[in-house]
């Protein structure tokens, strides 16, 4: 019977040989979880890079496009208003020479209405080019939105990195603390 002590002596040194080895597994497959978490972050932070980065210059050129507008509006705006006070002026010289005169009610209805449509189509060209930078201010909200919208998955990544290496240290301390408590038995018996 006295050599029953050396017998289970030999097994917990075995058993704790044993417990060590499950330990650098545990930490070894809990730091490759980590890793593999960390780069598939870093190749997801790098793709939200380019993203951002599209998404920035979409609203920039959004912006550009939309300033241009309003300025080709006011540009055809004046022209229109231009263009349509010399054929004002050109009908009213066309009539006063055939001798129409422009005191009459017919010429001031006539000079009123053409300056009423003339008003209007400078109106016109105005509410379009107000129109297409609206639309290109809506393309730059959108590139915005998309910009903002990137900050939740970098986010979830940085908490992906951090669950990931807790759930790997409480996988490596239950694993020592199993071999600690199975040594412990051991070394009793």
């Known amino acids: 019977m006295a050599f029953i002590a050396p017998v289970l002596a030999s097994l917990g040194g075995a058993g704790a040989a044993a417990g060590a080895t499950a330990a650098s597994a545990a ?14 972050t870093v190749a997801g932070l790098a793709q939200i890079s380019y993203q951002n980065k599209v998404a920035t210059q979409a609203a920039a050129t959004a912006q550009k496009n939309s300033n241009t507008a309003i300025q080709e509006g006011q540009t055809a705006q004046k022209d229109q208003d231009e263009a349509a006070a010399a054929q004002i002026a050109q009908q009213t010289a066309e009539q006063a020479s055939s001798g129409f005169s422009l005191a009459s009610p017919t010429f001031k209805r006539i000079n009123a209405r053409n300056r009423v449509l003339a008003r209007r189509d400078a109106e016109r060209i105005r509410q379009s080019s107000i129109d297409t930078a609206q639309n290109f201010q809506t393309q730059k909200a959108e590139a915005l939105s998309q910009k903002q919208s990137l900050l939740l998955p970098a986010v979830m990544g940085a908490i992906d990195i951090k669950s990931s290496m807790i759930s790997g240290a409480n996988l490596v301390r239950k694993v020592k603390s199993r071999n600690t408590n199975s040594q412990a038995q051991w070394e009793q018996a």
């Open 27 to 40: 930490s070894a497959a809990s730091i490759w979880g980590t890793v593999g978490t960390i780069a598939s």
